[in-house]
């Protein structure tokens, strides 16, 4: 007899949250060479930090977009992008990531002067059969996450 999940805590209410500025401090393009000699270039950019107004300071919230571009040798006909809801209908193929390269974007919260970094993972790539975006290049499908992390004060590592 299975039982039933419980159910998610409530979330906490806008108001009870701290927005925070950032800066940029160090930003570079992710780099994924893959085994059908396509180059894709990938940025997670952050779009908002915050941290709850009670409870652990160092405590943040990273809401971030990442976004894509691909560099095809063999290219096709200029398309349009199939829409989101539309993906897992198509037909996928695998593609081997040869070699990467995913530095960590910095950022510091002048408020607090903490720094964090934040890393964009690729850990699968799939070409969409048949699809070309609207520069005539594959289109693929990667799946990913992001890493938040923060630097420690006084840390060597950091250039400013």
Do not use: C
């Amino acid at each position: 007899m299975a039982t039933p999940a419980s159910p998610a805590p409530p979330l906490a209410p806008p108001e009870d949250f701290e927005v925070l500025e950032f800066e940029v401090l160090e930003e570079d393009w992710n780099k994924y060479e893959l085994e059908d000699y396509t180059l894709i270039k990938a940025r997670l950019i952050p779009t908002r930090i915050e941290r709850p107004k009670r409870g652990p300071a160092a405590q943040v919230s990273i809401s971030a977009t990442p976004i894509f571009s691909v560099f095809a040798q063999k290219r096709g006909p200029r398309g349009e992008t199939p829409p989101q809801e539309t993906w897992q209908t198509l037909e996928k193929i695998p593609v081997k990531i040869i070699t990467s390269s995913e530095p960590w974007n910095k950022y510091r919260i002048p408020k607090t002067g903490d720094v964090i970094q934040v890393k964009l993972i690729v850990s699968e790539v799939f070409r969409v059969k048949d699809k070309f975006d609207n520069f005539g290049e594959p289109f693929y499908i990667l799946t990913h996450s992001q890493v938040v992390s923060p630097v420690t004060k006084g840390s060597t590592t950091l250039k400013f």
